[in-house]
C-alpha cells in the first residue's frame, strides 16, 4: 500500500518568508509526528498528534514554527518569517496508533533558506 | 537530562564480517528501544525492536541486544553485505513517550 508522502521534496525560500510543508500519513495511522534532521545529525521532534488528543508541541522550537491535522489525516508544518538556522530536512513519520510503535517514515522535505 | 550516544565516527567493515553499533544512554530507563536504518535522501525504516525485559532479539542477520544494566543496546549485522551500507539510528523510548533519536552511526561495507 501507499506509505507515507511529503511535499514538496525540495523548497527553497528567502529568508523572511513563510512556507508550508505537507505530510500524506499512512491510511488509518492515528499518531503523526514532525521531525527536523539537520546535515549528520540526529532526527529532532517537533510536534505529535495521536487521534483527537491535543498536540505535543514540546519540541518546536520557537512561536515561528505551528502544525495542524485537519480530519485526522493531512497535516501540514508552517514556518514563519524563515531564518537561515531553519535549513534543514523535515520528516514526517505516522505510526498505527501508539507512540511507542514502529514509526514509517515519509522521504521527507529539504528546506533551504537564502 | 536523557541523553543518546552513538559512536560518531563511521564504522568501516570488510564484506563478510559482523559489524557491531553501539547505543549509549543515561539518566534514565527506556521500555523500549527501536534501530532504524536510513539511506542517504531517505527517510529512517523500521529495522528491530527490543523491550526491557529482553536481552537480544534476531531478525535474519540482524542481532540487538539490551543491557539496562549498563545502559547500552548493541546492534549487529552478521555476514555483512555491501548492501548493508547506511546510517543506522538508535532510538529509545523517553520518559513522555516519545522516541529520542541518536545522531546515528553511518557504515561502509567494502566488497
Known amino acids: 500500500g501507499a506509505g507515507v508522502s511529503q511535499s514538496p521534496s525540495n523548497k527553497v525560500t528567502e529568508k523572511g518568508k513563510d512556507v508550508e510543508l505537507r505530510c500524506d500519513p499512512i491510511s488509518g495511522h492515528t499518531a503523526l509526528y514532525w521531525y527536523r534532521q539537520s546535515l549528520g545529525q540526529g532526527l529532532e521532534f517537533l510536534i505529535y498528534?495521536?487521534?483527537?488528543?491535543?498536540?505535543?508541541k514540546s519540541g518546536l522550537p520557537s512561536d515561528r514554527f505551528s502544525a495542524e491535522r485537519t480530519g485526522g489525516s493531512v497535516s501540514t508544518l508552517t514556518i514563519q518569517r524563515t531564518q537561515q538556522e531553519d535549513s534543514a530536512v523535515y520528516l514526517c513519520?505516522?505510526?498505527?496508533?501508539?507512540?511507542?510503535?514502529?514509526?514509517?517514515f515519509g522521504p521527507g522535505t529539504r528546506l533551504t533558506v537564502t | 537530562s536523557q541523553k543518546i550516544e552513538q559512536n560518531s565516527e563511521a564504522l568501516n567493515i570488510q564484506e563478510g564480517k559482523t559489524a557491531t553499533l553501539t547505543c549509549n544512554y543515561t539518566n534514565y530507563s527506556p521500555a523500549y528501544l527501536q534501530w532504524y536504518r536510513q539511506d542517504p535522501g531517505r527517510g529512517p525504516v523500521f529495522l528491530l525492536l527490543i523491550r526491557e525485559n529482553e536481552k537480544e532479539k534476531r531478525k535474519e542477520r540482524l542481532k540487538v541486544t539490551f543491557d539496562t544494566t549498563l545502559k547500552q543496546s548493541l546492534f549487529h549485522i552478521t555476514a555483512s553485505q555491501p548492501a548493508d551500507s547506511a546510517t543506522y539510528l538508535c532510538?529509545?523510548?523517553?520518559?513522555?513517550?516519545?522516541?529520542?533519536f541518536g545522531q546515528g552511526t553511518e557504515l561502509s561495507v567494502k566488497p
Open positions: 513519520a505516522s505510526s498505527l496508533n501508539r507512540a511507542s510503535y514502529e514509526q514509517y
Open positions: 532510538a529509545p523510548l523517553d520518559q513522555g513517550g516519545k522516541l529520542i
Open positions: 498528534f495521536q487521534g483527537n488528543s491535543a498536540p505535543d
